[in-house]
């Protein structure tokens, strides 16, 4: 009689694991692969939307790159106070 109620049990368990966790990962992962091709066939190969930092012109120089290097007006000298 144990042994019937341990396997409807572990049966139970099984049936558990498989409709709350598998289930609901193999359904997603079929939504996102299924995304991620309408993504790929929507836009073409080597499409750009203009804010890739290849597409920018060499002569042209960007807010960046004159941010990173402060001027000698902007430098303000850090005193630590005690």
Sequence with gaps: MFSYVLLVFLIYLVYRFIV???LPILTASKKLREKM???NQQ?????TDGTDS??????????GAAASKP?????????EIK
């Design 37 to 39: 091709q309408d993504m």
């Design 54 to 63: 290849a597409t920018k012109k060499p002569g042209n120089k960007s807010s």
């Design 20 to 22: 709350g966790f598998v």
């Design 71 to 79: 001027s000698g007006k902007d430098y303000i000298e850090f005193e």
């Design 43 to 47: 836009y073409p190969p080597g499409y």
